[in-house]
């Protein structure tokens, strides 16, 4: 999240308890919290400080001052073959499994490194479906899931880095949408569970409440592979700077977000939401979708992309099934960074990025 550490007890009291759970202890009942009648009643309020506000000396401890920078290039690894499998998705989960293997391979023949599934490309995409096609991953090191197991022996008979898209899952009776990330010998390297759910309501054109369903995860994925270093989003994860800003702070050279934008929001969000988080973070940024099917119940944009530090589109697609491939030249972000040096300009005497998990 992103802070303005100062020594005010306003903003101090911000920053460590929420404006939502401030506002609800200071302010009295009845006191209409607009702009104005909150500045003036902040500044009626008495200003000794509680023994449980946070100083700003303690909290700048909390405070990034500096980004990590990415692991050093491997000679042989600094430009990636990257192919986003935009899979056609159907009900049968088998047939899914066989069209994502297809393009798996097809994707390995062609030189491909590091691999990318699509967003739930195991099952259509709906609420009444996840809990149908929901894998029980108890070990994931040892699942029987059969869609878990496919990516793993994907990953290790083609020698590639398999970014597994997402698949409904399912852990303790609870449903959560999971990415896996496979090495070359099909070993996982990391899984992570959808952060932000996509609960939206547009009048007239779509209305979508994956809460009813699914459960938030719980934290940030980074994964070390041969390749670089890899931050994993999903979907509406997207449109959340924050978290794309803490992963670049965590070293991160390659974000990934398997998403299935609508083609209500995708064609004036889904390429634009991109660029700005590639441009932002100066890092790369991959989104893989599923094809579109207009006879379906939720009608994917498509669209699969590839995007470089500097906001270049180096590779996308139409909405049908296909792959996408980039070449993506490692080096660019170190030539990015030192042309304009975005992380040594920030005025980290005005605001911070708060890691809660570091």
């Given at each position: 999240?992103?802070?303005?550490?100062?020594?005010?007890?306003?903003?101090?009291?911000?920053?460590?308890?929420?404006?939502?759970?401030?506002?609800?202890?200071?302010?009295?009942?009845?006191?209409h919290a607009n702009t104005m009648g909150w500045v003036d009643f902040m500044r009626r309020r008495p200003r000794e400080q509680p023994a449980t506000v946070a100083t700003s000396a303690a909290l700048a401890k909390n405070v990034t001052e500096s980004a990590v920078d990415p692991p050093p290039l491997d000679p042989n690894?600094?430009?990636?073959?990257?192919?986003?499998?935009?899979?056609?998705?159907?009900?049968?989960?088998?047939?899914?499994?066989?069209?994502?293997?297809?393009?798996?391979?097809?994707?390995?023949?062609?030189?491909?490194?590091?691999?990318?599934?699509?967003?739930?490309?195991?099952?259509?995409?709906?609420?009444?479906?996840?809990?149908?096609?929901?894998?029980?991953?108890?070990?994931?090191?040892?699942?029987?899931?059969?869609?878990?197991?496919?990516?793993?022996?994907?990953?290790?008979?083609?020698?590639?880095?398999?970014?597994?898209g997402s698949i409904p899952t399912r852990r303790n009776d609870k449903l959560y949408n999971t990415c896996f990330v496979f090495d070359k010998t099909g070993d996982l390297l990391g899984s992570y569970s959808k952060l932000h759910l996509f609960d939206i309501d547009i009048p007239g054109k779509i209305t979508f409440k994956e809460s009813d369903t699914l459960t938030g995860g719980?934290?940030?994925?980074?994964?070390?592979?041969?390749?670089?270093?890899?931050?994993?989003?999903?979907?509406?994860?997207?449109?959340?700077?924050?978290?794309?800003?803490?992963?670049?702070?965590?070293?991160?050279?390659?974000?990934?977000?398997?998403?299935?934008?609508?083609?209500?929001?995708?064609?004036?969000?889904?390429?634009?939401?991109?660029?700005?988080?590639a441009v932002d973070n100066q890092l790369f940024v991959l989104t893989c979708s599923p094809a579109r099917d207009e006879q379906g119940g939720y009608v994917a944009w498509g669209h699969s992309t590839a995007v470089d530090p500097f906001a270049n589109v180096l590779g996308t697609r139409d909405e049908t099934e296909g792959i996408v491939f980039a070449d993506l030249d490692l080096t660019e972000i170190e030539t990015r960074r030192s042309n304009m040096p975005l992380r040594q300009q920030r005025r980290r005497d005005l605001y911070g990025l708060l890691d809660l998990e570091g």
């Open positions: 999240m992103l802070v303005a550490p100062t020594r005010s007890l306003v903003r101090e009291s911000f920053i460590r308890s929420g404006i939502t759970s401030f506002i609800s202890q200071a302010v009295p009942r009845g006191t690894n600094k430009i990636v073959k990257a192919a986003l499998c935009q899979v056609a998705v159907g009900d049968d989960k088998a047939a899914n499994i066989r069209r994502a293997g297809s393009l798996i391979a097809e994707a390995a023949r062609q030189g491909a490194r590091l691999v990318v599934l699509p967003e739930i490309w195991n099952s259509p995409y709906s609420n009444d479906s996840f809990p149908k096609y929901a894998e029980e991953i108890a070990d994931e090191k040892t699942s029987g899931a059969p869609s878990y197991e496919f990516m793993s022996r994907a990953a290790k008979e083609h020698g590639i880095v398999l970014v597994g719980e934290g940030l994925t980074v994964v070390d592979t041969e390749l670089g270093r890899i931050g994993l989003g999903i979907c509406y994860d997207i449109r959340f700077p924050e978290l794309a800003a803490l992963y670049a702070a965590r070293g991160v050279q390659i974000l990934v977000y398997p998403g299935a934008f609508n083609t209500t929001t995708g064609p004036l969000h889904w390429e634009l939401l991109q660029r700005a988080r």
